[in-house]
């Protein structure tokens, strides 16, 4: 467990991870130590800015001063994080976030040292290319946009990813596979969510696609998930990266079937398939 992290913390933390995301939960959860505090420090605080970046009652002007200012925050960092340090990023919108923002930085201290300040650079970058694109509405006209966005916030984490199997046993992995891997899981993201974003005035589609070129986009990124995960030896990183992308996979193929997403039954069926757990 890292240095001043409490047994009731690490309990929070895998609590919010369930009640966040499931799909990243399960394979977080079966992480050895020291390994699961790293990748679910870098989880929760990409979530946490993430959170500020989906939020749709704050207005892209507000989005983008927060998310610079946590930025600003995580540059900072010395030798730990406070919530309290954050205090000059929410302000007057505190009220408006949920939790798992509003302890940024607690999830952000949750990582063995040797690793946290890869992971607070990793946050900031990532905060930084945020606010950018709420400064543009998200405004992605053309391929070149869409490799740009993305790269901000997906195929930038599987470098993270990459990094992290490489402090933990010395993986060394393909850098572009890695893009790959977080650019597939986010293109599948994006068109299962594409009519909701549209009734709050936001499309992540360049111009003139459809749901076809997006589905092409995610699958031939996904070509490269599968080359990535099939690389990594046998052993945690593996069956990290096995779970999201099964599920990306199962969720294209329905979708192609005139499925919104993937149905309850689905979805437990694919974590039997990969972890053998069922839920």
């Not at 650019?183 to 696609?209: C, K, M, S």
Request: hydrophobic share 40%.
């Amino acid at each position: 467990m890292p240095t001043g992290v409490s047994a009731a913390m690490s309990r929070d933390a895998l609590e919010l991870l369930k009640e966040t995301s499931r799909t990243f939960y399960i394979p977080i959860s079966r992480l050895p130590k020291g390994l699961q505090e790293a990748v679910a420090s870098g989880y929760l605080c990409m979530r946490a800015i993430d959170e500020v970046e989906d939020d749709p009652h704050l207005p892209n002007p507000v989005k983008a001063e927060i998310l610079r200012e946590i930025s600003q925050v995580f540059q900072s960092g010395v030798s730990g994080f406070s919530n309290g340090q954050f205090d000059r990023a929410f302000g007057t919108y505190r009220d408006k976030l949920p939790e798992v923002s509003l302890r940024i930085g607690e999830w952000a201290s949750y990582a063995p040292d040797s690793i946290g300040p890869r992971i607070w650079e990793a946050t900031a970058a990532m905060s930084d290319r945020m606010a950018h694109w709420a400064d543009h509405n998200w405004e992605i006209q053309t391929e070149y946009d869409f490799d740009r966005y993305t790269f901000s916030v997906a195929g930038s984490v599987g470098l993270l990813l990459s990094d992290l199997w490489a402090w933990h046993d010395g993986t060394q992995t393909n850098r572009m596979e890695a893009i790959g891997f977080g650019r597939g899981l986010q293109a599948v993201n994006i068109l299962r969510n594409h009519q909701e974003d549209l009734t709050r005035g936001v499309t992540f589609y360049p111009d003139g696609w459809t749901d076809e070129d997006v589905d092409r986009y995610a699958r031939r990124n996904l070509a490269l998930a599968d080359a990535y995960t099939d690389s990594l030896p046998k052993g945690a990183p593996r069956e990290f990266c096995r779970l999201p992308l099964a599920l990306a996979h199962a969720t294209l193929d329905a979708m192609a079937e005139g499925q919104a997403k993937l149905s309850r039954l689905q979805v437990m069926a694919v974590v039997a398939q990969v972890t053998g757990l069922k839920v």
